[in-house]
């Protein structure tokens, strides 16, 4: 599994046409700023599909930098006709959604086949 920045790991499965991806950041600080969205897209491209599932179980918080490349990254999504899914969010993870208004964007789903 390749390593993308200190800390953060990205494994990647195919099911149709989705891509799923297995975040992995349980020690990520907020200090730490990668370019999450454009990981992911690069990932999209080299499995030529925008229909992705982030599977953000080992992701421990979702600071406000994080959020704003989960936007970054659907809005980019959605104008090329795909659509982005979380699932294995947290119940801490899910409540920051819910303070940005995000939860209607990024509906809770436990896990990928849900």
């Given at each position: 599994?390749?390593?993308f920045?200190?800390?953060w790991?990205?494994?990647?499965?195919?099911?149709?046409?989705?891509?799923?991806?297995?975040?992995?950041?349980?020690?990520?600080?907020?200090?730490?700023?990668?370019?999450?969205?454009?990981?992911i897209?690069?990932?999209?491209e080299?499995?030529?599909?925008?229909?992705?599932?982030?599977?953000?179980?080992?992701?421990?918080?979702?600071?406000?930098?994080?959020i704003?490349?989960?936007?970054?990254?659907?809005?980019?999504?959605?104008?090329?006709?795909?659509?982005?899914?979380?699932?294995?969010?947290?119940?801490?993870?899910?409540?920051?959604?819910?303070?940005?208004?995000?939860d209607?964007?990024?509906?809770?789903?436990?896990?990928?086949?849900?």
């Amino acid at each position: 599994m390749p390593e993308f920045a200190p800390g953060w790991e990205l494994s990647t499965d195919r099911g149709g046409e989705w891509l799923f991806v297995k975040v992995k950041c349980p020690d990520c600080s907020p200090a730490e700023s990668p370019p999450f969205a454009q990981w992911i897209w690069r990932l999209l491209e080299e499995h030529r599909t925008y229909c992705v599932i982030l599977e953000m179980d080992e992701v421990r918080v979702f600071y406000s930098y994080l959020i704003g490349q989960l936007i970054l990254l659907l809005k980019r999504i959605s104008t090329h006709g795909g659509a982005m899914r979380l699932c294995g969010v947290s119940p801490q993870n899910q409540q920051a959604l819910r303070s940005c208004r995000l939860d209607v964007r990024f509906p809770p789903y436990r896990n990928r086949e849900e």
